[in-house]
């Protein structure tokens, strides 16, 4: 399976920006498509998650009412919504497929984007 990611750009507080990734190769193996990000200096963290077959999102605290994440199975595409975005939310966006029913942890993701920049100015 291979991810891309794209959507990443510059945005002020309050603004708006949509991420896709778009999936290729095997992607009848994923059960669940996440988002991460890494701001600089800090460690990887969850974002968002959804079933690739339908049901159950995911969301990490402090974007839960701001982001969405959504799929278009057809076009093998996830989307990360992001309204409201604050300067916190700078940091760079990996998408990433999982082989796993239930990842709870980043080693359960199988497969990652290359990253998209996003940020955001006060």
């Known amino acids: 399976v291979q991810l891309q990611a794209s959507g990443g750009g510059l945005v002020q507080a309050g603004g708006s920006l949509r991420l896709s990734c778009a999936a290729s190769g095997r992607t009848f193996s994923i059960y669940v498509m996440g988002w991460f990000r890494q701001a600089p200096g800090k460690e990887r963290e969850f974002v968002a998650r959804?079933?690739?077959?339908?049901?159950?999102?995911y969301y990490l605290d402090s974007v839960k009412g701001r982001f969405t994440i959504s799929r278009d199975n057809p076009k093998n595409t996830v989307y990360l919504q992001m309204n409201n975005l604050k300067p916190e939310d700078t940091a760079v966006y990996y998408c990433?497929?999982?082989?796993?029913?239930?990842?709870?942890?980043?080693?359960?993701?199988?497969?990652w984007g290359q990253g998209t920049l996003v940020t955001v100015s006060s």
């Open positions: 959804i079933s690739w077959r339908g049901g159950s999102e």
């Open positions: 990433a497929a999982s082989n796993v029913y239930d990842p709870k942890r980043d080693a359960d993701y199988d497969y």
